[in-house]
T-cell receptor, first 112, second 115 residues
Framework: ETGVTQSPTHLIKTRGQQVTLRCSSQ?????VSWYQQALGQGPQFIFQ???????GRGNFPPRFSGLQFPNYSSELNVNALELDDSALYLC???????????FGSGTQLSVL | AQSVTQLGSHVSVSEGALVLLRCNYS??????LFWYVQYPNQGLQLLLK??????LVKGINGFEAEFKKSETSFHLTKPSAHMSDAAEYFC?????????????FGAGTTVTVRA
């Protein structure tokens, strides 16, 4: 049990639609990171939020955006969905002492 | 930029045999290196991490990894495989070169354990 909860677990969308994925972290975890894991590949860093501000971004276009809230929840928003956006999206939060990264079980997004 | 390469996408071992998973890194600064395990339909779980302290790092479930700067390697080993070790394993490096968890992952190695 990592204390990081993601919803929904599975989601099906069609190309061009918009999607919001949600993550709830442990209390006190000020840093949350989002990763995209395509089938058969390692996770790729999308972006990180620290105290509600974006704190680094990977090689993802602006249609990938995020929000972090004071209650340790966060969102990943993807606009204008493309077929290649089909993947497992992982949320991860850092412990207070930054010693460990806790991953959620992910949201499996399918774009048809 | 920091990156890792995992050698071998699949490894099959017999129960009780040595598990060896290979990872080589590329980093312009002293790296922060990690090994994660992912079981089916689950997120990633940290096995161990290297942060420039001891070069031999011991992790959970009997795994350990040795940092070798001369070989730019961080291979993961376990002396005796159990059936429960069947999973996917990822090597990762902090892409920023600091302990801020902006990680760059390898493509992963799937481990199967034969009875």
């Amino acid at each position: 049990e990592t204390g990081v909860t993601q919803s929904p677990t599975h989601l099906i969308k069609t190309r061009g639609q918009q999607v919001t994925l949600r993550c709830s972290s442990q209390s006190g975890h000020n840093t949350v990171s989002w990763y995209q894991q395509a089938l058969g590949q390692g996770p790729q860093f999308i972006f990180q939020y620290y105290r509600e501000e974006e704190n680094g971004r990977g090689n993802f276009p602006p249609r990938f955006s995020g929000l972090q809230f004071p209650n340790y929840s966060s969102e990943l928003n993807v606009n204008a969905l493309e077929l290649d956006d089909s993947a497992l999206y992982l949320c991860a939060s850092s412990s207070r002492d930054n010693e460990k990264l806790f991953f959620g079980s992910g949201t499996q997004l399918s774009v048809l | 930029a920091q990156s890792v390469t995992q050698l071998g996408s699949h490894v099959s071992v017999s129960e009780g045999a040595l598990v060896l998973l290979r990872c080589n890194y590329s980093s312009s600064v002293p790296p922060y290196l990690f090994w994660y395990v992912q079981y089916p339909n689950q997120g990633l779980q940290l096995l161990l991490k290297y942060t420039s302290a001891a070069t031999l790092v011991k992790g959970i479930n009997g795994f350990e990894a040795e940092f070798k700067k001369s070989e730019t390697s961080f291979h993961l080993t376990k002396p005796s495989a159990h059936m429960s070790d069947a999973a996917e394993y990822f090597c990762a490096v902090s892409s920023s070169g600091s302990n801020d968890y902006k990680l760059s992952f390898g493509a992963g190695t799937t481990v199967t354990v034969r009875a």
